[in-house]
């Protein structure tokens, strides 16, 4: 069966500190990769998304970036936190899509981060 | 770029009854899927139901159904026997045939004992 590991669940950094999410997903191959941020009172803000290895799309021209360094590795990174960075963050993985396919996301627990 | 709007914020329901969450959407593709995510407390994101946007026929799960009105771009969601259980957040999301899935700011439903 497939699983999704996100890492770590919890995190506080100062501002202007990097940053470093991990995703993996197990038991599965080739998969869709998205990365969330749910703030505080707002909706999920689709952050990126990966059909393949070296294919990120960005949906928020900030300062976060994301790699997908091998097939079911998914990284969400900073240079440098600002205090609107805080939020919960969601790393997602759905089957890669024939022309048909309604896979849902499978969801990890998500890390709550906390810039101070 | 697609959009989702979840125009009630919150709503509140009696254990039992009926409820109907609200969901529009914009595109300009034709064919899509549409979804319902529910987040409880927990913050996990657990799919309710889907539809796909070639199928005239609604989506139904046990005591979920979907109304779902392509010309309108309308994609609301009936819970019906409403239970305690069913208190969360729930999304409306829009996936695109290029895999990119947007979500709505999500409704917050209250269930009354």
């Known amino acids: 069966s497939q699983t999704i590991h996100q890492w770590p669940a919890t995190l506080v950094q100062p501002v202007g500190s990097p940053l470093s999410l991990e995703c993996t997903v197990e038991g599965t191959s080739n998969p869709n990769l998205y990365w969330y941020r749910q703030a505080a009172g707002r909706g999920l803000q689709l952050l990126f998304y990966?059909?393949?290895?070296?294919?990120i799309s960005s949906e928020v021209p900030q300062n976060l970036s994301a790699s997908r360094p091998q097939d079911r590795q998914f990284i969400l990174s900073s240079k440098k936190l600002l205090l609107s960075d805080s939020g919960f963050y969601l790393c997602?993985?759905?089957?890669?899509?024939?022309?048909?396919?309604?896979?849902?996301?499978?969801f990890g627990n998500g890390t709550r981060l906390t810039v101070t | 770029a697609q959009t989702v709007t979840q125009s009630q914020p919150e709503m509140s329901v009696q254990e039992a009854e009926t409820v109907t969450l609200s969901c529009t959407y914009d595109?300009?593709?034709?064919?899509?899927?549409l979804f319902w995510y529910k987040q409880p407390p927990s913050r996990q994101m657990i799919l309710v139901i889907r539809?796909?946007?070639?199928?005239?026929q609604n989506a139904t799960e046990n005591r979920f159904s979907v109304n779902f009105q392509k010309a309108a771009k309308s994609f609301s969601l009936k819970i019906s026997d409403s239970q305690l259980g069913d208190a969360a957040m729930y999304f409306c999301?829009?996936?695109?045939?290029?895999?990119?899935?947007?979500f709505g700011k999500g409704m917050k439903l209250t269930v009354n004992p």
């Open positions: 999301a829009y996936r695109s045939l290029s895999e990119k899935l947007v």
């Open positions: 539809q796909e946007a070639y199928k005239q």
């Open positions: 595109t300009s593709e034709s064919d899509y899927y």
């Open positions: 990966s059909v393949g290895i070296g294919q």
């Open positions: 997602a993985w759905s089957v890669h899509g024939s022309y048909r396919d309604n896979s849902p996301l499978h």
